[in-house]
């Protein structure tokens, strides 16, 4: 019964993932139309971003510029990456983790965006320091509203640094452990036996980027009504969507591929098939954020009010509405 099951199975569909010369060679009309329109969106994305980096580096000072060129590059970094694991298949293993680990400096350069508008570090602790900070954010502790308000002080902004820096140096050292032992056999993202490396390597990766996130959630959540005139509330979702479909989305494309949901299609097995899938669909959707992009870092600000001017408007305010009650 076994031998029949196995002979109705296409040989291809349980070997490795094809060589990029395979891949050209299968390709029809309609192939060769697809990977060229998606191997155009990417240099598109990439020209765009080195565009704006030109710009960025122009108009704005240190450290400022070098923060928003790394933010800015996510998502086309994202695209070219995916567009060399489209083109060969059995480059994605690096391909995922270069894009990978490039957006864990992205995590923690969103953290040090939000600093560096209110002036950097002293100045955002001179203007907050004391105040009560809200905890209970996602996506830790959004359901724990017993968690009391925290004042900002010197050590919590170190630490709230530090739970984001150790995603970008933990995820890098990790990454390049995978791809050693992947190179030597031991690492197999199919094995999800106890005595495999990926399923203690990755859920721990998952872990430590839950704790990076933390950090990052709770400096937007104190501080974005200051910078809603610095558009950080659409950067912020941008960050927030890349990390979505980068993360999320490829793990549940990875999933459904191991367990037989997308089909193999000879030459590519069903994880090089889903894996294939995954890259193409990156492309398009880092294509489209890298224009939105445009709109948002392409542009200089003024610079952000004081406190003091912020008391004044605020006391503006509660004069005028107690005038029109009074007037009621």
Not at 1 to 29: H, R, Y
Not at 32 to 49: D, E, H
Not at 207 to 230: E, G, Q
Request: aromatic content about 10%.
């Amino acid at each position: 019964m076994e031998e029949l099951l196995n002979s109705t199975v296409d040989p291809a569909c349980l070997q490795e993932p094809p060589l990029a010369v395979d891949v050209i060679k299968q390709l029809d009309v309609f192939g060769w139309c697809l990977y060229s329109v998606l191997t155009l969106m990417s240099c598109v994305s990439l020209l765009l971003y080195l565009d704006q980096c030109a710009y960025i580096y122009k108009k704005l000072s240190y450290p400022k510029k070098t923060t928003l060129i790394w933010i800015s590059g996510a998502a086309p970094v994202i695209a070219t990456m995916s567009c060399f694991g489209m083109w060969i298949p059995r480059a994605v293993m690096f391909t995922d983790m270069t894009s990978n680990c490039y957006f864990a400096v992205v995590v923690y350069k969103v953290l040090v965006l939000i600093i560096e508008e209110f002036g950097g570090s002293n100045a955002f602790l001179k203007r907050f320091s004391g105040k009560p900070f809200i905890i209970r954010t996602g996506p830790c502790c959004c359901y724990c509203l017993c968690l009391p308000r925290v004042p900002m002080s010197r050590r919590l902004l170190f630490f709230l640094k530090l739970g984001v820096l150790q995603y970008a140096i933990l995820k890098t050292i990790l990454s390049i452990l995978s791809i050693v032992l992947w190179t030597n056999g031991n690492f197999d993202v199919a094995d999800v036996s106890i005595t495999g490396t990926a399923i203690w390597i990755n859920p721990f990766i998952g872990v430590l980027t839950i704790i990076s996130l933390w950090p990052v959630a709770i400096i937007f959540m104190n501080t974005n009504s200051f910078l809603r005139d610095l558009n950080i509330v659409p950067k912020y979702a941008l960050y927030q969507l890349i990390l979505v479909l980068s993360q999320l989305q490829t793990s549940i494309i990875n999933i459904l591929a191991l367990d037989g949901t997308i089909a193999c299609a000879p030459p590519f097995s069903s994880q090089a098939r889903g894996s294939m899938l995954s890259q193409q669909m990156m492309i398009v959707e880092m294509f489209i954020i890298t224009v939105v992009n445009q709109r948002l870092y392409r542009r200089t600000y003024d610079k952000l009010p004081t406190e003091a001017h912020d008391n004044d408007k605020n006391a503006e305010v509660a004069l005028k509405t107690t005038l029109v009650e009074h007037d009621v």
